[in-house]
Nanobody
């Protein structure tokens, strides 16, 4: 079994910064990619940023230039540095990981429990 534990959410004023962390633990042979998604009230969950083990990154247009995703492969941890936060960034942020539980190409997607980010105007 695999667990993703997130931390770092909170309340911040517009223009402020937060750093989210997500650590994966459990039966992990390898990780293909990790990322962050968010869901605002009344909206669908959307991609924020992803990073692969080769450090290839992908960002939503709405966060490019403001958010930075990074990873520590040795610690199975991914970070999301969020700068210049806006009220529209308010959402529950979920960590996602594509994990290989054993040797071979098969991977399974896992989600964290989510962490609330609230940006006040």
């Amino acid at each position: 079994q695999v667990q993703l534990v997130e931390s770092g959410g909170g309340l911040v004023h517009s223009g402020g910064s937060l750093r989210l962390s997500c650590a994966a633990s459990g039966t992990i042979y390898g990780i293909n990619a990790m990322g962050w998604y968010r869901q605002a009230p009344g909206k669908q969950r959307e991609l924020v940023a992803t990073i692969t083990t080769s450090h290839s990154t992908n960002y939503a247009d709405t966060v490019k230039g403001r958010f930075t995703i990074s990873g520590d492969v040795a610690k199975n941890t991914v970070y999301l540095q969020m700068n210049s936060l806006k009220p529209e960034d308010t959402a529950i942020y979920y960590c996602n990981a594509e994990i290989r539980p054993s040797y071979g190409p098969t991977s399974v997607g896992y989600w964290g429990q989510g962490t609330q980010v609230t940006v006040s105007s």
